[in-house]
């Protein structure tokens, strides 16, 4: 019997005072050594947080002996992330370009824009000003933001090139929300008394009022040439689309029910959409004009971000009040929870090279972020095979979420005493070895994706010999006998070895005496 719980112990009373997540229980085999658990939890299946953990270990012979160890491990978080400038004071709302994050911080006293180089690790005070800059966003050598140091929001602009702040459109009313992509800006403003989405040139100083409608349109976001948005001129919001180009606006969603948030990346908008009464994630692809549902949880996914063919969002697997962070790779069709946190996780942004959100695991809201995900290793499943057999082990599950190449490297951990058994190839997919001993033999695999290396798994590979059921290692008549008084009722009274049976059901009868009768020569 293995519990796994949370926190230090080594004794049967501090082991007590901790909370069990997880329970094995088992009838070990002879040999027997390694288990594996996924770090899921048995209340819930939803992954444990990061930290240190304590697994009391009972061993039974169910004659009234028993013993008890304590192993103190480390669970660590498969998404490896770092903060992006620790302070003691909130980070809001990032927004990544290729290695360079941006976000709104409060360590002076209101908000400010910084900037971190995620390669050189180079943190920069963007603004100075002693009014609130708030909701940057970033594309290549410039960063826009919301600004009210005139007393509303204005939109402003700074070049990391020349280290140049501009005010880029400074006029009545409110301009909030604002996005970049190549030249353009895109923002929602109020001068005219209700919220209509502009976009703005930065080279020609062009502005383009893209709606003029009465009731609101918010939260555009804009990539290349199209900008999207949600829209109120119908009730409930509806996602939009328009084309700078072509100058031509399409209505993208077309349901009584609320749909908001959108984000867009190439041939796909997705959005937030709440027309199966929770908050689920759909998709447009422009190229075919259909609509359809990315997320089937049950439960409530909000704030997409969208890169290439990542999909970076909010889940709520742990509950409404724990956000959580998911990822949707559409290349490779899966998805991907990332945090397990019992703090929440919000606002995720993503580029080609990293990605970023608010968290607030340390009290207040910090900016984190992660350079990608590890590979995952799968070394298959456990097997138990005749000695003498060649094993052949299987990596072919094991796979990069960010899709890219991998390496492999196996080790032969365990082996029975007295065993030479070597694999083939380390470095094979498929490498092979011969179990010469039986045993336990415990193969592990981590595989590389060039950027990072996976965490170790591991597959076990049991070596018997089929038949001999009193373990004497020798197939002869005796092991048919015993094989038989146990097929009509009759307690034997060798110890019987239940890993000899022949057919994987654990079970000794007929089909084992007749397999030992076919190896004899009868």
């Known amino acids: 019997l293995i519990e796994i719980a949370p926190g230090q112990a080594d004794t049967n009373a501090t082991f007590k005072a901790l909370s069990v997540v997880k329970t094995i229980a088992d009838e070990v085999a002879a040999g027997t050594t390694a288990f594996a658990w996924d770090g899921r939890k048995d209340a819930d299946n939803a992954f444990v947080p990061g930290g240190t953990y304590t697994a009391r270990v009972r061993v039974d012979d169910h004659l009234g002996h028993f013993t008890l160890e304590f192993v103190e491990f480390t669970v660590e978080e498969y998404l490896p992330s770092q903060s992006a400038s620790s302070t003691a004071f909130d980070q809001k709302y990032p927004d990544i370009f290729g290695y360079d994050l941006v976000w709104q911080d409060e360590r002076n006293g209101n908000w400010d824009i910084y900037y971190l180089d995620i390669q050189t690790s180079v943190v920069q005070r963007i603004t100075t000003n002693g009014s609130s800059q708030e909701r940057p966003a970033i594309y290549g050598d410039h960063i826009v933001w919301e600004d009210n140091r005139s007393g509303d929001y204005d939109i402003y602009l700074y070049t990391l090139s020349t280290s140049t702040e501009t005010p880029l459109v ?43 409608n009465a009731q609101m349109q918010l939260r555009p976001r804009i990539q290349g040439q199209y900008v999207v948005w949600e829209d109120y001129r119908f009730g409930l919001g509806e996602i939009y689309q328009f084309d700078l180009v072509g100058r031509a606006e399409t209505r993208i969603t077309n349901n009584i029910n609320n749909q908001t948030n959108p984000d867009l990346y190439g ?22 004009s259909t609509v359809s549902q990315i997320t089937t949880t049950g439960t409530d996914e909000a704030q997409p971000a969208l890169n290439g063919d990542k999909l970076l969002y909010t889940d709520y697997i742990a509950g409404l009040t724990d956000a959580g962070l998911s990822l949707r790779n559409f290349a490779l069709s899966y998805s991907i929870q990332l945090t397990f946190n019992p703090a929440n996780q919000e606002e995720p942004t993503i580029s080609e090279r990293a990605f970023a959100w608010q968290d607030n695991r ?52 365990e082996r029975p005493v007295g065993s030479t058994a070597v694999l083939s190839d380390t470095a094979a997919v498929y490498p092979t070895f011969t179990v010469d001993k039986p045993g336990l033999y415990v193969a592990q695999l981590q595989v590389d994706d060039g950027e990072r290396v996976s965490a170790p798994d591991i597959v076990q590979v049991l070596a018997v010999k089929l038949g001999d059921v009193n373990n004497d290692n020798v197939l002869d008549m005796n092991d048919v006998a015993i094989c038989l008084q146990i097929s009509v009722g009759i307690t034997p009274a060798a110890i019987v070895n239940l890993n000899a049976d022949v057919n994987g059901d654990g079970r000794i009868g007929t089909e084992e005496a007749n397999y030992v009768l076919r190896q004899l020569g009868y």
């Open 170 to 212: 400074v006029r009545a009313g409110d301009q909030k929300y604002a996005d970049i992509s190549g030249d353009w800006v895109v923002y929602q403003d109020n001068v005219s008394g209700d919220w209509e989405i502009y976009a703005y040139n930065i080279q020609t100083t062009e502005m383009v009022q893209i709606t003029s």
């Open 267 to 288: 041939d796909r908008v997705v959005w937030v959409d709440q027309r199966n009464g929770n908050r689920d994630l759909y998709q447009w692809l422009r190229s075919t």
């Open 362 to 413: 340390e009290g207040h809201w910090q900016v984190y972020y992660s350079e990608g995900l590890p590979p995952i290793s799968i070394a298959g499943d456990d097997v138990k095979v005749d000695v003498g057999e060649l094993v052949t082990l299987d990596a072919s599950g094991s796979y990069s979420p960010d899709n890219r190449a991998l390496s492999y490297l196996w080790a032969l951990i």
